[in-house]
């Protein structure tokens, strides 16, 4: 939900198509906290709602920074923020969520592209003031194309700046091959995660991504099926082309969404029995294989009833 009033306070060209904003409490009173892989709503008008990862100093409760990659023919919601998005308006943002937390480690290793660095920024900051060991890699089209870049440089000058055009793609097999016992990160365009993802498989690595966009899905074989509400003994019937937070809401129950395409983790809820089709973009391979939550908005049932802790 995006409550919180927020005051533009800066705004800078840090790339090629991307800008980034300053954004600080309308009442100047403290913001929320949050940690390195958090990322904040953001009501973008008749475009709905996005989410952008913060990418500046946790520590700094004053001030949040986001940026944000202008595709004029995208979904209208960068569009928007381009034009409008000035020193002074203010925005409704929501507090933030983080589905791509960094876990405590010795190693670790940090792959990114294009505005996929935004997250990735205060994770090689906070290893790096942990005394983890750690490495970046971190490609796009050019230079130019590379937010953050200077900064990047100056303050972490082993950081593996590599633009397509001079080095071409990620060596992402030789980097994952070196990688050692480094837990890994990345995020970026869904080319590059699907690239990593699969070198990761064949090397049986686990790997944390976050996608600002869903995953493809199949919906061919979407079929009906029927949710038991725990608390209140009631079942209703999803179909084909219905999403379980589209039943939810006409039957009268609340459920907080945001993103509506699995996302964002808003309406992540405990399934207490039943096999999920899990069809977001959050939760890992892990989670999925445990089968305790899914996300409402997009994923469905693999069984004939799905019982969900509401």
């Known amino acids: ?12 060209d840090e790339a090629t198509a991307v800008f980034a904003l300053e954004l600080a409490a309308v009442d100047g009173a403290e913001l929320p906290p949050w940690s390195p892989g958090a990322h904040i709503d953001v009501a973008v008008g008749a475009a709905g709602v ?3 990862s913060l990418c500046g100093d946790p520590a700094d409760r004053r001030r949040w920074r ?3 990659l202008h595709e004029p023919s995208g979904r209208g919601g960068s569009d928007l923020l381009h034009r409008t998005a ?3 308006v203010e925005l409704r943002v929501s507090s933030p969520r983080n589905n791509f937390a960094l876990e405590p480690d010795e190693r670790y290793l940090f792959i990114a592209g294009g505005i996929g660095i935004t997250p990735i920024l205060p994770m090689a900051a906070a290893a790096e003031t942990a005394g983890a060991h750690w490495e970046l890699y971190y490609g796009a089209r050019t230079r130019e194309h590379m937010a953050f870049a200077e900064d990047i440089a100056r303050d972490f000058p082993t950081a593996n700046l590599l633009p397509q055009d001079v080095h071409g793609l990620l060596p992402l097999g ?6 050692g016992d480094a837990t890994v990160y ?6 590059l995660l699907s690239a990593v993802e699969t070198e990761a498989a064949r090397r049986g690595i686990a790997v944390r991504t976050e996608r600002f966009v869903p995953r493809a899905v199949d919906t061919a074989s979407d079929r009906p099926f029927d949710i038991r509400l725990a608390r209140d003994g009631r079942t209703l019937r999803v179909g084909t082309r219905q999403s379980i ?11 907080v969404t945001s993103c509506r395409e699995g996302t964002c983790g808003s309406c992540e809820t405990p399934v207490l029995a039943g096999e999920i089709e899990h069809r977001d973009s959050i939760l ?3 989670e999925r294989s445990r089968g305790e939550t899914m996300m409402l908005c997009v994923s469905r049932a693999g069984s004939d009833l799905l019982v969900l802790d509401l």
């Open 1 to 12: 939900m995006t409550d919180l009033p927020v005051r533009i306070t800066a705004r800078r």
């Open 245 to 255: 937070v589209d039943v939810l809401e006409a039957a009268g129950v609340s459920v």
């Open 284 to 286: 890992t391979a892990d």
């Open 86 to 88: 000035t020193p002074g």
């Open 186 to 191: 990345c995020c970026g365009p869904e080319p």
């Open 66 to 68: 986001i940026a944000i």
């Open 50 to 52: 996005r989410q952008y």
């Open 174 to 179: 030789a980097i994952l091959d070196e990688r």
